[in-house]
């Protein structure tokens, strides 16, 4: 029936508010201007279901990849950020009658030059969502009429697409509509939960991450989104994947709440055997916090999207690994099989921690993995890149299977989720890291002062002791006292590296019943 | 030593056998009648001392949260200039009864110096009505010599660094310091908050009165989180309040701020300064309480400092511009409740030797009672950059007058 209807008939229902449509505008976003005629064209190509998606991948990795070419011109080349952030797009709604789940198609224009395709599923039916700049508003503080109406007549045959989307729901407030997930930029997405605002990134593929050769960028190049059942938020958003080393589908259902959860599978198809492959890969920024505060000229007391890499391992060890912006490139890998989880996680919650009014990193989600499939033996890596500014991201954490992935027919599968939300699901009444300090002694500068405060939702078992290490061997000189806030313990201790460059720092607490606390790792590097 | 009561004074000798030393001490040696080095006063019981009078001119209290923090001393001879400072000592003192109900103990002192003597009574109060202990100090001076810098009622504390400078601090503690701000109360009624800073090189400011209500050196800041330091507490140390009880007249608060780079040696001085130059033969008569407080006594009708932050200038993601710094200066108090962004209170700031780059910006920090006020700023020459704001609403001021020295490097 859907196919039957032409496409003047289709928007003449849209505007006159009769069901059934399968999708219109959102009246108050919608630009005086816009001509919705031909925005939705019944697809010609494929369904965008995870069958015919895979067989997409595979197909197409037999190929030499086709890239679609960066491409701004026009109205949208040479935009600057505040420029680019003045184009506000219209919404659409994804469920018949009902708007209170709207898709933003995103403009393309200053980081944003790789198109790419949109499409709608609705019941039987997809829908190929054209270019169409008349989608757009331009904000007259930067854009003039004459610049605006010329942008008008740009379509898509010049080459320019959408650069991605973003899904909004009420999310916090049952009266407003927010923004809780975009896709946007090579592989790249992010999400939030109720209460929080965007910080890390997650992405489809890592490849090469950190390889002196440089970084493979793999591109999501088409997306499918598929209306959620009446009254659910749940959408399924399905992607091709390509890159010169591999394609691969994806399918994500996303459920927006107070924790937004992503459950996720993907189907690789290598064009070569990759040795260096992250999968499930998580993007985050750590410029400085107490652990190293010194020599950073800044009103703020700490600045970084996450403090430290979680992960539960496959014999259910807790680790907490805190984060740095070392000196030069470090990359650390945590061998495992069949990890429960790993994430990077934002623990501090308070305003204070931070002092930053504007950026609100108290408010930035934790991002924790969850494999739904045994994924065997590999690692989870991490690479901290060294910045001198909170503007790029220099955190990166993904899990890195033992075996390099190769071409295959039946292609290879993980399948995980995603939990975007204040604190790490993991919530195993132990002991937890809040905080890692250090600084120079007063007393020796050639030695390191190490402070790591742990607290817990319980009260702590009685005879307690340290176990830190430093390389493997024991620290002796660890210190135990309670702070006063009367919960939480402090371990301390001074180390002198000496002529080592590099000193992997343990801390587990013990109690008479084996670890009391997750266990602290941390690289110190000299400077 | 000697203790009296009303009618006698008594000797207290010099003797090894009254302390307890380690059987390796040189000081088992010291012959009777040696001398003391100072005293201080236990609690009943022999709980912990609360005040102690040990070197030079030197006395401290414990405060109202049991630490000992800063110290008073009772003359400051010519501080902060290019020459030796003088030290004169308490050479002896007298312990006896207190004048007073209020009064837990008298303490007459003979104060001697090169260039001054003096008589001096203090009445000490533990636990007093301001929540903290106090002390009446009585100070007859003698002069011998022209002095150029007399210091009043002087305080000594330290300062490394706070939330301002932690740019400078190598140490994994965020904030070092036993004061953070000198507070002002003018003659005119008008309450000021200095913050304390680490100079560069020894520096002087002076803050120009007619009969100061009070004046002291302030640890405003009482958390824990701030300080991290689980072995000295900097977060319950006390603050002094100098209370003026006859009139001081024309003169100036001078506060004198020496580099350092640790945290054992106080850097920090604030003392009245009387505008009559000082000379041979003079006789002054001074008289004031110092109130061991947890902070400066609460002003009733405007907000106060909170904290003070300062780091390179700009706008997240755009180039860094040179030579400006950003000043974050947070205020609190009731006279900020109920005021939001559209109330229109505005920052008013005031500017010497150096540029103001707009916009300036005061807001409500959401989710906390705290007001902000933001703004970037420019040196002009080797500094420093002299400023001077409040926040303003119907041309009333809602807060305290933050004044400050500032280079853009703190570094």
Redesign the interface.
């Known amino acids: 029936m859907k196919a039957a209807i032409s496409r003047r008939s289709f928007v003449q229902l849209v505007l006159s508010g009769l069901a059934p449509v399968p999708f219109g505008l959102r009246a108050a976003a919608q630009p005086s201007d816009f001509d919705p005629d031909t925005l939705l064209v019944p697809t010609e190509g494929i369904s965008g279901r995870w069958e015919p998606l895979v067989d997409l991948a595979r197909q197409i990795s037999t190929e030499e990849a086709q890239l679609p070419e960066p491409q701004l011109s026009g109205i949208f080349e040479g935009l600057d950020?505040d420029a680019y952030r003045a184009i506000r797009p219209a919404g659409l709604p994804l469920q018949r009658d009902d708007d209170s789940i709207l898709m933003d198609p995103l403009p393309p224009g200053s980081v944003f030059s790789h198109p790419v395709s949109l499409s709608l599923i609705h019941g039987e039916q997809t829908f190929d969502l054209r270019f169409d700049p008349s989608i757009f508003e331009f904000g007259a503080d930067y854009f003039t009429p004459e610049s605006v109406a010329q942008a008008k007549d740009q379509d898509g045959d010049e080459g320019l697409g959408y650069s991605g989307f973003r899904l909004r729901a009420a999310l916090n407030r049952p009266d407003k509509l927010d923004e809780f997930i975009v896709f946007q930029g090579a592989s790249y997405f992010r999400a939030v939960a109720r209460g929080l605002i965007y910080g890390l990134s997650a992405r489809g593929l890592a490849i090469d991450t950190a390889a002196q050769e440089g970084e493979e960028f793999p591109l999501f190049t088409k997306f499918w989104i598929e209306a959620p059942e009446p009254k659910s938020h749940a959408v399924i958003v399905r992607a091709l994947l390509d890159s010169r080393s591999c394609a691969g589908a994806f399918e994500f259902e996303i459920s927006p709440g107070e924790t937004t959860v992503m459950k996720t599978r993907c189907r690789l198809f290598p064009r070569r055997e990759i040795d260096e492959i992250g999968i499930a890969p998580l993007t985050s920024m750590f410029f400085f916090g107490?652990s190293k505060?010194?020599?950073?000229?800044?009103?703020?007391?700490a600045v970084h999207d996450s403090s430290g890499l979680q992960i539960v391992t496959g014999t259910g060890r807790r680790i907490w690994r805190s984060l740095g912006n070392p000196p030069t490139l470090q990359v650390s890998a945590f061998t495992d099989e069949n990890p429960q989880g790993f994430g990077l996680s934002q623990r501090q919650s308070s305003?204070?921690f931070y002092?930053d009014?504007?950026?609100?990193y108290e408010k930035r989600p934790s991002c924790w993995i969850e494999p739904l499939d045994p994924w065997g033996r590999g690692s989870v890596v991490l690479i901290e890149i060294p910045v001198r500014t909170?503007?790029h991201d220099n955190i990166v954490a993904f899990w890195r299977p033992e075996a390099p992935l190769g071409p295959s027919d039946e292609g290879h599968e993980f399948q995980y989720r995603l939990h975007w939300s204040a604190v790490s699901p993991d919530t195993m009444q132990l002991g937890r890291v809040y905080a890692h300090?250090?600084?120079?002694s007063?007393n020796d500068?050639d030695q390191r002062?190490?402070?790591v405060d742990f607290r817990n939702d319980e009260a702590w078992p009685d005879g307690l002791q340290v176990d830190a290490r430093a390389n493997g061997s024991p620290v002796d000189t660890a210190t135990l006292?309670h702070?006063?806030?009367g919960e939480g313990l402090?371990v301390a201790f001074n180390y002198e590296p000496g002529d080592t460059d590099t000193t992997e720092l343990e801390i587990t607490l013990m109690g008479p019943d084996g670890p009391a606390s997750e266990t602290w790792l941390y690289r110190l590097i000299r400077p | 030593m000697c203790a009296t009561d009303d009618n006698h004074v008594r000797d207290v000798p010099f003797a090894t056998d009254i302390f307890d030393i380690p059987a390796d001490s040189p000081a088992r040696d010291l012959p009777d009648g040696f001398g003391f080095a100072g005293f201080r006063v236990m609690r009943p019981d022999l709980e912990p001392d609360w005040v102690s009078f040990l070197g030079a001119s030197y006395f401290r209290t414990d405060g109202p949260e049991g630490q000992y923090g800063l110290s008073a001393r009772g003359i400051a001879v010519n501080t902060g200039l290019d020459r030796p400072e003088e030290f004169p000592r308490f050479k002896a003192f007298w312990l006896g009864p207190p004048e007073s109900d209020e009064e837990d103990l008298s303490v007459w002192a003979e104060l001697d110096g090169p260039s001054v003597t003096g008589a001096y009574r203090f009445g000490l109060i533990r636990d007093g009505e301001s929540g903290g202990h106090v002390t009446h100090v009585a100070a007859h001076l003698f002069l011998r010599e022209d002095v150029e810098r007399i210091g009043i009622a002087p305080l000594t504390s330290m300062y490394w660094y706070s939330e301002r400078d932690r740019v400078t601090g190598l140490d994994w503690r965020p904030e070092i310091h036993d004061s953070d701000g000198l507070a002002l109360e003018t003659g005119a009624g008008e309450r000021i908050w200095r913050p304390l800073r680490n100079p560069g090189g020894v520096a002087t400011s002076s803050f120009v009165d007619e009969n100061p209500c009070g004046f002291g050196l302030i640890q405003r800041d009482r958390t824990f989180e701030n300080y991290q330091d689980d072995g000295v507490f900097y977060d319950r140390r006390p603050a002094a309040w100098v209370r003026p009880r006859n009139s001081w007249g024309r003169g100036a608060v001078q506060l004198v701020e020496l580099p350092t780079n640790d945290e054992t040696f106080d850097n920090i001085v604030a003392y009245w300064v009387p505008d009559e130059p000082v000379r041979r033969g003079d006789e002054l008569f001074f008289e004031y309480d110092i109130e061991w407080r947890a902070r400066d006594p609460e002003a009733t009708d405007v907000a106060t400092v909170v904290a003070t932050r300062q780091g390179q200038g700009g706008i997240p993601g755009q180039p860094i511009p040179p030579d400006t710094a950003k000043m974050v200066v947070d205020f609190a108090g009731p006279a900020l409740a109920g005021l939001d962004r559209e109330s229109g209170v505005e920052a008013v700031l005031e500017v010497k030797n150096g540029d103001i780059v707009q916009p300036v910006s005061a807001y409500r920090v959401v989710g906390t009672d705290l007001w902000r006020m933001v703004f970037d700023f420019r040196q002009h020459d080797a500094g420093p950059v002299n400023l001077r704001g409040y926040l303003r609403n119907d041309g009333r001021a809602l807060t305290e007058t933050w004044l400050t020295d500032a280079r853009t490097d703190l570094q």
């Open positions: 950020y107490p505060r010194a020599g950073i000229d800044d009103y703020r007391d305003f204070d002092q009014a504007e950026a609100r909170e503007f300090r250090s600084g120079a007063i500068p002062v190490v402070v006292v702070l006063p806030d402090r």
